[in-house]
């Protein structure tokens, strides 16, 4: 069961989207939302750029100047959460970090069921005028279900979802995800298993105990579909037009200053028509 929802804020209409989504499964699963904006002092620090000799002094003004106005703006993005929320009828909290985004979001998110944000992120809104870096940062190090939605939608009461699952943890995770936060009770979906996999064998034990596990939730209008073609390619010409969420899994190396977002899930980012639920 959803309980407490986790929106990283922007000036963006994607953040936006994100704070509308929210209030839509919070109203519906009596769950609070919480949105934090981050003051990005490494952002600023580094927008000022080298000191030169003498100038530590105007440097540090010009800092204090850029914080100052950040921290204004700030304001404005969580009144303007605030009131959306109010508008809504949620339970809301909202809070001001410091610090690095990506690190402060994943930071917080431990302690939450759902971060929902835009696909497209200006978490650095103070010293950067286009979309950041932020989705590929958090993900190498999530533990938290994200939701990730596009610039425009309209959420529903009833929703074609699209499990793309190939038997690896991060799938599993994935799915998993989607049937703790999207019960059965509150939410009717149609659901596709898709798995692309040349082995009948393989596939249908995979297939067979996804769908045991989807039916133990009272999941019941389950289609399961094994393909051998590119995944990419099929979601593209045929289930992508069909869903309102795709769930699919994302693999990191922990530890490792790298990172595998996988070729589907990257695709779908930029394509950025529908939403992501991510499990790893």
Not at 57 to 82: D, G, T, V, W
Not at 181 to 187: D, G, T, W
Not at 191 to 207: G, Q
Not at 246 to 267: N, P
Request: net charge negative; hydrophobic share 40%; charged share 20%.
């Amino acid at each position: 069961m959803l309980r407490r929802i986790l929106i990283p804020f922007d000036p963006s209409p994607y953040a936006a989207a994100a704070l509308e989504y929210g209030c839509f499964l919070a109203k519906r699963q009596n769950a609070e939302v919480t949105g934090v904006v981050v003051l990005d002092i490494p952002g600023i620090e580094k927008s000022i750029g080298p000191t030169p000799l003498g100038g530590i002094y105007y440097a540090s003004m010009l800092e204090k100047a850029k914080e100052k106005k950040a921290h204004e703006h700030i304001q404005s993005l969580l009144e303007k959460f605030r009131e959306t929320c109010q508008r809504e009828g949620v339970v809301h909290h909202e809070a001001e970090l410091q610090g690095s985004p990506s690190e402060q979001i994943l930071h917080d998110s431990i302690y939450y069921d759902l971060v929902i944000m835009g696909m497209r992120t200006h978490f650095h809104f103070e010293t950067e005028h286009r979309p950041g870096d932020s989705i590929d940062r958090i993900f190498s190090h999530a533990s938290t279900p994200f939701l990730t939605v596009p610039e425009y939608f309209q959420p529903k009461e009833k929703i074609n979802v699209l499990i793309a699952f190939n038997g690896s943890l991060p799938a599993v995770r994935a799915m998993q995800g989607f049937v703790h936060l999207f019960e059965a009770s509150v939410f009717e979906a149609d659901i596709t298993l898709l798995m692309s996999e040349m082995d009948e064998n393989i596939a249908k034990f995979h297939l067979d105990g996804a769908s045991a596990y989807l039916n133990a939730h009272s999941f019941r209008n389950i289609k399961v579909e094994q393909i051998s073609q590119d995944i990419i390619e099929a979601v593209d010409e045929k289930y992508l037009p069909w869903a309102d969420m795709v769930v699919l899994g994302v693999h990191s190396k922990k530890g490792l200053l790298d990172f595998m977002l996988g070729s589907l899930s990257r695709h779908l980012i930029k394509v950025g028509t529908k939403p992501l639920l991510f499990g790893q």
